[in-house]
């Protein structure tokens, strides 16, 4: 079974400054990653996902995320927050291969992004 | 008109009423999805809908009956629910339910936001 940690419930920081939102996950396979961004009052929106190839994925915003095999990680980074970024962000994973039509979900992280 | 709709936004009910989420989207796809989404708590998949068909009821309770009369709508009928089963209901949908786990992206609608008294 899988399962994926955030390990902030909370992230606030200040305009202009680099954020980074942590993920771990645990898969007895080989997976796929995601990150999804919910606005105030919004339902959620692909950020950006991790499928094969390069470690290093790049979304919309100007979000990334870096895949770490080793640490079981996907944490999500951006160099300078907006205003605008302040929303919910959820990490999610899939398994490779077979019938499966669950993304498990994280519990969310909440981003303010502070003037 | 957005991709993924639902209605209502708000909904109060009582334990004893029958009331129903409406989910419509409009990007032709193949499979329509609930989540339960309850303060500090991950998503939860509760039905996935494939071409119309059930292909996942996540052990939920009988007092939420999922009905998909075609690709494009999906509804979520609630019965004598329980105060415990207040949270934001999320409709999704996605090109095909079995090419989520490979490549696929989920849409979401914004959500109906029940409060059960």
């Known amino acids: 079974a899988q399962s994926v940690t955030q390990l902030d419930s909370q992230v606030p920081v200040f305009e202009e400054a680099p954020v980074e939102l942590r993920c771990n996950y645990s898969s007895s396979v080989s997976v796929y990653l995601f990150w999804y961004v919910q606005y105030p009052n919004q339902g959620l929106q692909l950020l950006l996902k991790y499928l094969s190839g390069s470690t290093l994925v790049k979304g919309i915003n100007g979000f990334e995320a870096e895949f770490n095999k080793s640490q079981t990680s996907f944490h999500l980074r951006k160099p300078s927050v907006h205003i605008s970024d302040t929303a919910e962000y959820f990490c999610a994973v899939s398994d490779r291969g077979g019938s499966n039509y669950k993304l498990t979900f994280g519990k969310g992280t909440l981003l303010t992004v502070n003037p | 008109e957005t991709g993924v709709t639902q209605t209502p936004r708000h909904l109060v009910m009582g334990m004893t009423n029958k009331k129903s989420l409406k989910c419509e989207q409009h990007?032709?796809?193949?499979?329509m999805y609930w989540y339960k989404q309850s303060a500090k708590k991950p998503l939860e998949l509760m039905f996935v809908y494939s071409l119309e068909e059930r292909v996942e009821n996540n052990s939920v309770p009988s007092r939420f009956s999922p009905e998909c009369p075609n690709s494009s709508h999906l509804f979520l009928h609630l019965h004598t629910l329980q105060p415990e089963d207040s949270a934001l209901y999320l409709c999704?949908?996605?090109?095909?339910?079995?090419?989520?786990?490979?490549?696929?992206?989920?849409?979401f609608g914004e959500g109906s936001r029940l409060t059960v008294l």
């Open positions: 990007l032709g796809h193949n499979a």
């Open positions: 999704a949908s996605s090109q095909e339910a079995l090419v989520l786990a490979v490549a696929g992206e989920l849409f």
